[in-house]
Every structure is written in structure tokens, then in C-alpha cells.
């Protein structure tokens, strides 16, 4: 069986989310640390063209998008200890609320703070990754003290859901409590009044403590041309096919292009599609660098259209 190899940087808070749930399965993984921001020549060779952070490889299927990265993680074997109890969809579903829409309000409060003190390239990026298009540095000082009231509502709502003393979803840590647990780390070591605010919410951080106690697996750093070297020595493992319930025209090897759905600076990665369920989209592509490989994305998010 190939091994679980995770392209990430330490700062990154997906990628942190991440680690979280390797920690979760006590999983052993490969780290390669990857550039915070572009050019990513190694990782999008791997990905079509593909730049967020993180990205699983196993073997030569890559795997991009955070959500898409843990159900491979539970194909891979870690269903139970990443949602135990049968708990999956809920903790995708709560999961998915989070990114969406809690952590879009902490980004926004975190940038917004940091306009002065980090470096104009990052912020550049970031702002063209996770703002509208056009966002100005004007509005979104205008806008921050009604973001971070924003932002404490819904930190009160998932801080009552765990008034019981319980879990969100379940008896065990699943998912859904790694999904608190990284964005009250991303709070805490990125905004100054974060450890203030979520001193407010014990709740919140007795699920961040009962998390980060978990550790993040067991890792080996692993240099980024070794992992091109084993995609190449590797063939796509992961299933081809359109799942007969699935509504589309699109059919097998057609030429795709695959973008989130949100006005963002991403590019769009195509491919010849390789596999399609409710789920997951999946394409085939060919670098000289890394030889065939398969790049799977959620549906959920993403754009998929017929490339002409």
C-alpha cells in the first residue's frame, strides 16, 4: 500500500486541520513542506495547476480540497477513528458550516489585522484567494467591526452546541471536533484579541485541548522531488467510472476544467475526466515531470464544465 503523503506548510490552517485528523487516526504520513505562496512549481506539476494548501498524495492520486483529503483519509482505512459512531455525514456537514462561514469571518478579521505587519505579497494573495473580487484594503477595514461581531455570534452558537459537556457529533473526537479545534488555533496564534475572546467560550477550548492532545500522527519529513519521483514510479490506483446516479452529460475522458465556485484568483485544472460520483470529480493528466496522474476533487464547491 503506498504511503499518506501530505504537501502542506506549518502555518497553514487547512493543513493544520489536517494534521489534526492524522492525529486523530494516529496515522503515520509524509511531510513535504511546501512554498506559502506561488509559484509551487513541485506541487502544481503534481495537481494539474492546483495551488491551496494542503494536498494528499497517495502513490499518484493526488487528492486536493481539504473535505475531499478526509473522506480519501477514511477510503484509506481511518473511517472509524475519524468518524466514529457512524457520524460522517453529520461531521462533514458541520465541517463544511465551519469553512464556509465561520473560518471565511476569522480570515477576514486576521488579514484585516494584519494589513501593517505582513509582508504586501502575502496579503495580496490571500485577499485575492478569500475576498470578493475588487476588495480594497478601505472596505475591509470599513467592514471589520461588524465581521468580528459576526464572527462571535456564530463562536456562541458552536460553543452552546457543546454546553452538555459532550462532543459535537459523538462520544469519541471525530472530525466535527477537529473542525473547532482549527479554528480556535488559527484565532488564537493569529489575531491578538483571539485568546481573549476564546477565553469566553470554554467549551470551544476544551474540545481545542482534548484535540490538540491527539498530536498529529506520526510523520518523516520527505523532500518534494522524492514525492514527484513517486508518482512517477506510480500508476493511478483510485476507480474509474460515472456513477449511474449522477445526473450529467459528461461522460468518461472528456476534457474538464475544475475551479471553485467562489470569484477567486484560482486557476482552473483540467484533465480528462476519469471518475464522477456525488462526491468526487476526477481527472486524468499527464506532466513530463511526474509522468500519469490522477487529480480528484469534491463536487461540493467546485465548478466542473466541458472544456471546448
Request: charged residues 20%; aromatic residues 8%; glycine residues 6%.
Amino acid at each position: 500500500m503506498s504511503e499518506l503523503i501530505l504537501h502542506h506548510y506549518w502555518p497553514s490552517p487547512f493543513a493544520h486541520k489536517v494534521r489534526l485528523a492524522l492525529g486523530l487516526a494516529n496515522a503515520k504520513w509524509l511531510s513535504v513542506e511546501i512554498p506559502r505562496i506561488p509559484p509551487k512549481p513541485l506541487l502544481t506539476s503534481l495537481t494539474g495547476g492546483y495551488r491551496r494548501t494542503p494536498v494528499l498524495q497517495i502513490g499518484a492520486d493526488v487528492y486536493c480540497d481539504t473535505q475531499n483529503i478526509i473522506r480519501a483519509l477514511a477510503d484509506f482505512g481511518f473511517l472509524s477513528a475519524i468518524f466514529p459512531e457512524g457520524c460522517m455525514s453529520k461531521a462533514l456537514a458541520f465541517s463544511a458550516w465551519i469553512d464556509d462561514t465561520v473560518f471565511e469571518l476569522a480570515a477576514r478579521v486576521v488579514i484585516t489585522n494584519a494589513l501593517d505587519t505582513a509582508p504586501s505579497e502575502f496579503i495580496k494573495d490571500r485577499g485575492d484567494l478569500y475576498f470578493e473580487l475588487g476588495w480594497t484594503i478601505e472596505k475591509l477595514n470599513h467592514d471589520l467591526s461588524s465581521v468580528v461581531l459576526q464572527l462571535d455570534a456564530k463562536l456562541k452558537n458552536i460553543d452552546d452546541i457543546l454546553t452538555c459537556g459532550g462532543n459535537i457529533c459523538s462520544k469519541e473526537l471525530s472530525y466535527a471536533d477537529v473542525s473547532v479545534a482549527y479554528l480556535a488555533w488559527f484565532l488564537r496564534g493569529r489575531w491578538s484579541d483571539g485568546p481573549k475572546v476564546l477565553s469566553r467560550y470554554p467549551n470551544i477550548c476544551r474540545i481545542e485541548n482534548a484535540v490538540c492532545n491527539c498530536g498529529e500522527g506520526q510523520y518523516q519529513d520527505l523532500g518534494g522531488q522524492e514525492a514527484i519521483k513517486i508518482a512517477n514510479d506510480n500508476t493511478p490506483k483510485s476507480l474509474v467510472g460515472i456513477d449511474s446516479s449522477v445526473m450529467t452529460e459528461l461522460n468518461l475522458n472528456q476534457r474538464v476544467g475544475i475551479r471553485p465556485r467562489t470569484q477567486s484568483s484560482d486557476p482552473t485544472v483540467c484533465g480528462a475526466l476519469r471518475y464522477l460520483d456525488r462526491q468526487r470529480v476526477s481527472i486524468n493528466n499527464t506532466e513530463k515531470e511526474v509522468g500519469a496522474i490522477a487529480v480528484h476533487f469534491p463536487i461540493s464547491g467546485y465548478e466542473i464544465n466541458l472544456e471546448v
